[in-house]
Structure formats: C-alpha cells, structure tokens
C-alpha cells in the first residue's frame, strides 16, 4: 500500500487549498481514510476522518471551515480547506485503516506543508 500527498502550499489567512492523496495497492480491506497535521513542537493530530460510506468526523477547530471527501472507486481521499487561520500551519499527513484500528496500525503517506501567513 501507498499513499501519495499532493496540494499543500503557502496560502494567505482566509484563503483556500485543496489537498490530495491518492492510495494504491490492495487497499480494499483498509475503508477509512484520513488527514492528520503536526505542527512544529505539536504532536500530531486528527484533522478529518471519512470512512468508504461516507462516514465523517472532524476535529473541532476546523468544522465549519475544512471538508474530507473521497473518490472509492480511484482511491482518493481529498481535504478542502477553506477559511484557513495562521494555526493551521502544519505538515499534512493522509491515512489509511481498517475501521476499528488505531492510526498508527495503518499507513501513512508521505506529508505535505501548509503554510499559511497572517
């Protein structure tokens, strides 16, 4: 399985970007797809969650502002990012797991920088 992260670049507070992350291999047993941020000196954190019917969870600081979607039958799973504020710098990082696992039981693509400016 791999994970391939596009659409991270330097944007302007209440501007927009629009991540990509493309999954390849025998992924078919693997149904939830998601983004996850580490910001310097932060640990990671859950951004958006979306499971292969649709399923979403969002973590409170970006509901509102970001949508997860995602394209089954080319294994793809987007983030539209709108509205974005200077605390949502980070490295971007997709996932991919089998429901009822953990993060780290899953794989991980390979991370795409956000910056935004103030």
């Known amino acids: 399985v791999q994970l391939q992260a596009s659409g991270g670049g330097l944007v302007r507070a209440g501007g927009s970007l629009k991540l990509s992350c493309a999954a390849s291999?025998?992924?078919?047993?693997?149904?939830?797809m998601g983004w996850y941020r580490q910001a310097p000196g932060n640990q990671r954190e859950l951004v958006a969650t979306i499971t292969s019917s649709g399923r979403t969870n969002y973590t409170d600081s970006v509901k509102g502002r970001f949508t997860i979607s995602r394209d089954n039958a080319r294994g793809i799973v987007y983030l539209q990012m709108n509205s974005l504020k200077p605390e949502d710098t980070a490295v971007y990082h997709c996932?991919?797991?089998?429901?009822?696992?953990?993060?780290?039981?899953?794989?991980w693509g390979q991370g795409t920088l956000v910056t935004v400016s103030s």
């Open positions: 291999g025998s992924i078919f047993s693997f149904n939830v």
């Open positions: 996932n991919l797991r089998r429901l009822g696992s953990t993060a780290d039981a899953g794989y």
